[in-house]
């Protein structure tokens, strides 16, 4: 349990920023399975600014996510600035996350995202504007550094503290790392000693086992997991519960893994409509029917889906023939 500002947050599962994954529909579901925190995936300043219909569509929160955590990027200070303040009256979110993490070229072209990791003062300078400008409190989601030659994590982190940010989100990979390799805890590590402000890592968390090892090695407040949760939110469920009593739930069922994947499917359809959710959904049921075995057939099939009833009944068959081959071993037996 910890503060962000004045924000309780009653455990320290925290579900990442993911871009093209975090809407409202993948966050509450991910909230009803325990997460203390969720965050919202980023949001260009600009496009706020220009009141783009997709962007607005995408500051929409259900009150049932909260505590809830709303990221956006810029790379100039007066258009980030009227942004945050835009989130601050104009949304329900209880957090204003500032991205300096996302590697991707578009986005560093810009200035924005990672670009940031090289310059502390600027980091200083950015972050003070905007708390200055609003009334929820002001978070950061960053790397250690652009490349091995440049890991400024505890300055940038030092940075954000001194310009009245609440927290620090700590990815421990670098942007020149982008999703490869290995993410440094021991960076991460020395942030957490470094500043008085919650931090919050992530990195290589896919495990309950994982997250309890990050709280222990490196001393952080909360742990923040994102494609350890993609099609699988019962690693939040299962992680919360191993946090708090040690014990190890089984992983869920076929059955129930395909029940959720369709309460998630109608939920994204509340909210784009269905032809939008369906394709959408496409990379999503891949995700929950990872690790099932035999699911390869079904998994092309989905990409052929044009509506609600076609994709689930195609899920719910494929849960008949499994378990009906599981009953024939057990039979066997």
């Not at 994982?210 to 993609?230: H, S, Y």
Request: proline letters at 4%; a neutral charge; charged letters at 25%.
């Amino acid at each position: 349990m910890f503060k962000i500002g004045n924000v309780q947050i009653n455990n320290p599962v925290v579900l990442a920023p993911m871009a093209g994954v975090c809407n409202s529909a993948f966050r509450l579901t991910v909230k009803e399975f325990g997460a203390g925190l969720v965050c919202a995936e980023m949001v260009s300043d600009k496009a706020i600014l220009f009141n783009n219909p997709k962007t607005m569509g995408m500051l929409y929160i259900d009150e049932r996510e909260k505590p809830l955590s709303l990221q956006i990027f810029g790379g100039e200070k007066e258009t980030l600035v009227q942004a945050a303040k835009y989130v601050d009256k104009h949304t329900n979110a209880d957090i204003i996350d500032i991205n300096m993490g996302c590697p991707v070229p578009k986005i560093t072209k810009c200035d924005a995202g990672a670009k940031w990791l090289l310059d502390p003062n600027k980091i200083y300078d950015m972050v003070a504007a905007v708390v200055d400008a609003v009334e929820k409190p002001v978070t950061v989601k960053m790397r250690i550094g652009w490349d091995e030659h440049h890991i400024y994590a505890v300055e940038n982190a030092q940075a954000v503290e001194r310009a009245g940010g609440q927290a620090v989100a700590v990815h421990g990979r670098t942007r020149v790392q982008m999703y490869e390799g290995k993410a440094d805890w021991n960076v991460i590590k020395q942030v957490k000693e470094a500043v008085r402000i919650p931090v919050i890592g992530n990195g290589d968390v896919q495990t309950p086992q994982d997250a309890k090892r990050m709280l222990e090695q490196t001393g952080v407040d909360g742990v923040m997991i994102g494609r350890a949760a993609l099609g699988n939110p019962w690693m939040i469920y299962r992680t919360v519960r191993y946090l708090e009593t040690g014990e190890l739930i089984p992983e869920p069922s076929v059955r129930e893994k395909i029940e959720v994947c369709i309460l998630h499917l109608d939920r994204l359809i509340a909210l784009k409509n269905e032809h939008i959710a369906v394709k959408e959904m496409r990379k999503h049921a891949a995700w929950y029917l990872k690790g099932i075995r035999g699911n390869a057939k079904v998994r092309n099939a989905i990409n052929e889906c044009q509506t609600r009833n076609e994709l689930v009944a195609l899920l719910m068959n494929f849960v008949e023939e499994v378990e009906a081959k599981e009953s024939d071993v057990v039979m066997e037996v």
